[in-house]
T-cell receptor
Framework: GAVVSQHPSRVICKSGTSVKIECRSLDFQATTMFWYRQFPKQSLMLMATSNEGSKATYEQGVEKDKFLINHASLTLSTLTVTSAHPEDSSFYICSAPSGTGELFFGEGSRLTVL | AQSVTQLGSHVSVSEGALVLLRCNYSSSVPPYLFWYVQYPNQGLQLLLK??????LVKGINGFEAEFKKSETSFHLTKPSAHMSDAAEYFC???????????FGKGTRLSVIA
């Protein structure tokens, strides 16, 4: 079945640095990818919709300049957390629609900002 | 707008007992409905989905769910709980296969030996 790969699975960084998370669709093309954020013991909240070749669409309350999204190809979307702070620590998950009524999720990336 | 309500943030059952996790949704259009399972520090794994057709949907690991339009429900069941079923379960809804999912708050299932 379709697979979405996310990298890195875990990242620890110092406050003020930037971190890039990659999301790849391995055996299908994804013109759209969705980025979610999950706080500990909470549900997944949609952050933004990544669109291949155009600007991402951000949900209300999500800082565009803080969470930079690039969808450079039909198989790769990246989320860059800029000038990270401890409150950005979270579990970030990407997903891509397969076109058959199902969303495939990446393995998730746990970001810890010290 | 769509929304999902999962009744009970934590459900505890004995090993071998029936598992019932409740999910109600609201949607202005016919929904696509999903159940996902999440183990600690991992991503989401699809258990089952309803898009169209048969309202009783069978998924992996012995789980099934029934879409009841009149009750706007999509409860998840399993006849006999196993220790390995202990995890967080999320119900989700979307308009179609290409739109983002709206998730419920999740239900943590504990299985007692």
């Amino acid at each position: 079945g379709a697979v979405v790969s996310q990298h890195p699975s875990r990242v620890i960084c110092k406050s003020g640095t930037s971190v890039k998370i990659e999301c790849r669709s391995l055996d299908f093309q994804a013109t759209t990818m969705f980025w979610y954020r999950q706080f500990p013991k909470q549900s997944l909240m949609l952050m933004a919709t990544s669109n291949e070749g155009s600007k991402a669409t951000y949900e209300q309350g999500v800082e565009k300049d803080k969470f930079l999204i690039n969808h450079a190809s039909l198989t790769l979307s990246t989320l860059t957390v800029t000038s990270a702070h401890p409150e950005d620590s979270s579990f970030y998950i990407c997903s891509a629609p397969s076109g058959t009524g199902e969303l495939f999720f990446g393995e998730g990336s746990r970001l810890t900002v010290l | 707008a769509q929304s999902v309500t999962q009744l009970g943030s934590h459900v505890s059952v004995s090993e071998g007992a029936l598992v019932l996790l409740r999910c109600n949704y609201s949607s202005s259009v016919p929904p696509y409905l999903f159940w996902y399972v999440q183990y600690p520090n991992q991503g989401l794994q699809l258990l089952l989905k309803y898009t169209t057709g048969a309202t009783l949907v069978k998924g992996i690991n012995g789980f099934e769910a029934e879409f009841k339009k009149s009750e706007t429900s999509f409860h998840l069941t399993k006849p006999s709980a196993h220790m390995s079923d202990a995890a967080e379960y999320f119900c989700a809804v979307s308009f179609s296969g290409n739109t983002p999912l709206v998730f419920g708050k999740g239900t943590r299932l504990s299985v007692i030996a």
